[in-house]
């Protein structure tokens, strides 16, 4: 009988776990919103920025802060858009309400999908300290999360001939750490460069 029940429970989580897979793949098949509201021909998917973000953390070198702890959290910190979407200021959400859709999404995935296990505890711990902000590290992925987007954005200004000055305007002067900062005023140099 017991061996029944490790049979079922086995065939459960799996078919929980494979709900999962398919909420990450999600992220690999949506592409970002703000790129798809600029007419951006090849946009990226909120996996490729998630991927990005996490190889940027890779590069820390700075004794005050747990790396792997950015890393992770460069990781997941998007992991409830596999549900909700990227969703975008122009799409007049509120704040507040896609963090509560962000919430019931990952309290979605890591309660019931991953069971509470000791992984998705860490999966969601990691994930609200990102959403808090609070952290040192929090703070470092969020600066790489805008970078990244900024990034991204001189990317398509030099292959798709845009103007997307937006979205270095909505995050100048918004950066903290010095590591990114000094990322942030070459990448200027470099837009300007690009531009005169």
């Not at 709900?19 to 951006?40: M, P, S």
């Not at 992770?72 to 858009?81: G, S, Y």
């Not at 309290?107 to 019931?112: A, M, R, S, T």
């Not at 808090?132 to 992925?141: L, Q, R, S």
Request: hydrophobic share 35%; glycine share 4%; net charge negative.
């Amino acid at each position: 009988m017991e061996n029944k029940n490790q049979t079922k429970n086995s065939v459960s989580n799996f078919t929980n776990l494979l709900e999962f897979f398919h909420i990450v793949e999600n992220l690999k098949k949506t592409k970002r919103t703000g790129w798809i509201q600029f007419n951006i021909k090849n946009p990226e998917s909120i996996s490729d920025h998630m991927h990005r973000m996490s190889i940027l953390a890779l590069l820390l070198n700075d004794d005050d802060l747990d790396k792997n702890k950015c890393v992770k959290m460069a990781v997941v910190h998007d992991l409830a858009e596999g549900i909700v979407g990227d969703i975008s200021p122009a799409e007049g959400i509120t704040k507040e309400e896609k963090h509560r859709r962000e919430m019931e999404a990952m309290q979605h995935i890591c309660k019931e999908l991953l069971g509470n296990s000791l992984q998705s505890q860490e999966i969601f711990s990691l994930w609200q300290e990102y959403e808090n902000g609070e952290t040192m590290e929090a703070k470092f992925v969020k600066d790489l999360d805008k970078f990244e987007m900024i990034l991204q954005a001189f990317e398509y200004e030099k292959s798709d001939k845009k103007d997307l000055s937006e979205f270095f305007e909505t995050t100048r002067g918004k950066f903290n750490h010095p590591l990114v900062k000094s990322w942030v005023e070459e990448l200027y140099l470099r837009r300007e460069t690009l531009t005169n």
